[in-house]
């Protein structure tokens, strides 16, 4: 199988390609292609990245070869990590509009290349921000089931930590999924998250001990309220010891904001959850994960079949996402969630998207 990551020399891009060789995804015979943009700093980066990874990885590298034009993407599994990011810097909510108008036209570029020019087979998973808007443009291109944002799949990876973290446990006992909008709007789906090792009654117990009296109603205003507490530590170990203190799913937006803001980053947890993603549709087998899709009916909100991009629980594998599992939500879980895909159903149509 071979895979191309375009934005293969950013941070999460260069993150992919060692996560994907150092963990074995690719063998010699596979193929790595690391996509840069023509007449940017990308261009002459992605020879050097090239020559750095054989360096590194010589003995068991895939065959790595370089593109600098959105026609010669060619691969299996094509990573979308392009465009610009948001600022480590951010000192209040993030503008996804202004992120939405710097990489709509990267997204529509590639896309309509893989559509004129692709094997109609490729699957697309989607890194870049904002992830809901890249899905959308590539969705409407290549067909619904080939592509797949990461944002919820990350998410999910997160707020199963924070709740292991909170037990003492670790990360592979905890299953749950995130839906909704990545980021900020993301909606934890508390009724889906499992312990292992525990039967249900004892579940229930711990879940119940961890939210206490909240429920998702306030969920937004927590996060809000959560940021302007970090916002007023006197440096980053004492505002990353404040995140301690807060909820388990609150803890899995504020974490993340303040990793990004510290200059961190979020490089390898990204790389890492999308490498989970590229080894599933590897795998050859349907895997649950959470994702961004192009819905079209598969699921019912506010009474009503939906239709738009959101972030839900889907079963993937070598053809794409194939069903949406997404039975039994809580009353609070699927009032959210609608809120959440009107709000971004609005969002995409003023981004340029929806068409």
Known sequence: MDVAIIGATGDVGRAICTALIEQGELGASSRLQLVGRAGGSSESAVHGLRVDLIDAYDERAPQIDVAVSPDDVVADVV????????????????????????????FESYADALATHGSGHEIVIVVSNPVEL???????????????????????????????????????????????????????????????????DERLEIVERLRGDRTLASFASEVASAKETIATGPDAASAFARVDSFPPDVQAVV?????????????????????????????GRDIVVAGQVLLDGEIELGGMPWHGVLGVPVAVGPEGWTRVLLDGLAPDEARLLWEVGQALNEAIVGWGGGR
């Open 134 to 200: 890249a899905v959308d443009v590539f969705a409407r291109r290549l067909g619904r089931h080939r592509v797949i944002g990461m944002g919820a799949w990350l998410d999910s990876l997160r707020f199963r930590r924070e709740i292991a973290a909170t037990l003492g446990i670790r990360r592979q006992r905890v299953s749950g999924f995130v839906a909704g909008q990545h980021g900020d709007r993301m909606v934890p789906l508390w009724s889906t998250v499992r312990l292992r090792g525990l039967d249900p």
């Open 255 to 283: 974490r993340p904001y303040l990793t990004h803001t510290s200059g961190a980053k979020t490089a390898n947890g990204t790389a890492a959850a999308t490498v989970d993603l590229v080894k599933t549709v590897l795998d």
């Open 79 to 106: 990573v979308v990590a392009a465009g610009g990011t948001i600022p480590t810097k951010a000192t209040g909510p993030i503008n996804r509009d202004e992120l939405a108008t710097r990489n709509r036209a990267v």
